[in-house]
């Protein structure tokens, strides 16, 4: 199984990205897809989450309303478009899939690619 985000880069504060997040190696539509970012010394954080359909997400609410996750089956592609984005913001973005339904837990999520790094300057 791999899991291969992409997308990340420097920004400036309010600036947009779009993260990419290529799956491999399982059956992506059965899976739960989700998003955590982690900054230096800080635990992993749940960013946002998108059942298997697409047909249902959940957010944290620090995100809720700029960021957006969606996802294509046909091409195993889980993305996070990213708006009015914030210094604090700045860390590395990683995309797990799991099985647990729509949760915010690190445990709840299998498999993790290796992380694409967000800066967003003043």
């Known amino acids: 199984v791999q899991l291969q985000a992409s997308g990340g880069g420097s920004v400036q504060a309010g600036d947009s990205l779009r993260l990419s997040c290529a799956v491999s190696?399982?059956?992506?539509?059965?899976?739960?897809a989700a998003w955590f970012r982690q900054a230096p010394g800080k635990e992993r954080e749940f960013v946002a989450a998108?059942?298997?359909?697409?047909?249902?997400?959940y957010y944290s609410n620090s995100v809720k309303g700029r960021f957006t996750i969606s996802r294509d089956n046909a091409k195993n592609l889980v993305y996070l478009q990213m708006t009015s984005l914030k210094p604090d913001e700045t860390a590395a973005y990683y995309c797990?899939?799991?099985?647990?339904?729509?949760?915010?837990?690190?445990?709840?999520?299998?498999?993790w690619g290796q992380g694409t790094q967000v800066t967003v300057s003043s």
């Open positions: 797990a899939c799991g099985s647990d339904g729509l949760t915010v837990r690190v445990s709840g999520y299998l498999y």
């Open positions: 190696g399982l059956i992506f539509k059965s899976y739960t």
């Open positions: 998108i059942t298997w359909s697409g047909g249902s997400t």
